[in-house]
């Protein structure tokens, strides 16, 4: 049974930092592509970020170029997301995704990834 897991969501000041991890476990995700979704209160979720897992690729949303890293940890399966200057708009729900599949489209189309995480609450005050 596939699991994705999110952890290091917190409450922070406007441009403070945080790292948000997702472990993976039942599934290799040495395929396709894996990403980091949001979704606040009233609005669609958006993807912040993804990683094609085969060629390390990584793609950004414009709001967070420059501000956002995501890597990943092969080893431990784990994918990371360190977020930096962060804003009141940043807040939201934040979700970890995996394409197991190789659904194709563009890496920030929901309907790509076919497992999610529960989610891990970012706040940021100003």
């Known amino acids: 049974q596939v699991q994705l897991v999110e952890s290091g969501g917190g409450s922070v000041q406007a441009g403070g930092s945080l790292r948000l991890s997702c472990a993976a476990s039942?599934?290799?995700?040495?395929?396709?592509?894996m990403g980091w979704f949001r979704q606040a209160p009233g609005k669609e979720r958006e993807g912040v970020a993804a990683?094609?897992?085969?060629?390390?690729?990584?793609y950004y949303a414009d709001s967070v170029k420059g501000r956002f890293t995501m890597s990943q940890d092969n080893a431990k399966n784990t994918l990371h997301l360190q977020m930096n200057s962060l804003k009141p708009e940043d807040t939201a729900m934040y979700y970890c995704?995996?394409?197991?599949?190789?659904?194709?489209?563009?890496?920030?189309?929901?309907?790509?990834?076919?497992?999610w995480g529960q989610g891990t609450q970012v706040t940021v005050s100003a």
């Open positions: 995704a995996a394409d197991s599949v190789g659904s194709g489209g563009y890496w920030y189309y929901v309907s790509r990834y076919n497992y």
């Open positions: 990683i094609d897992t085969r060629l390390g690729t990584t």
């Open positions: 039942g599934y290799t995700y040495s395929s396709y592509y």
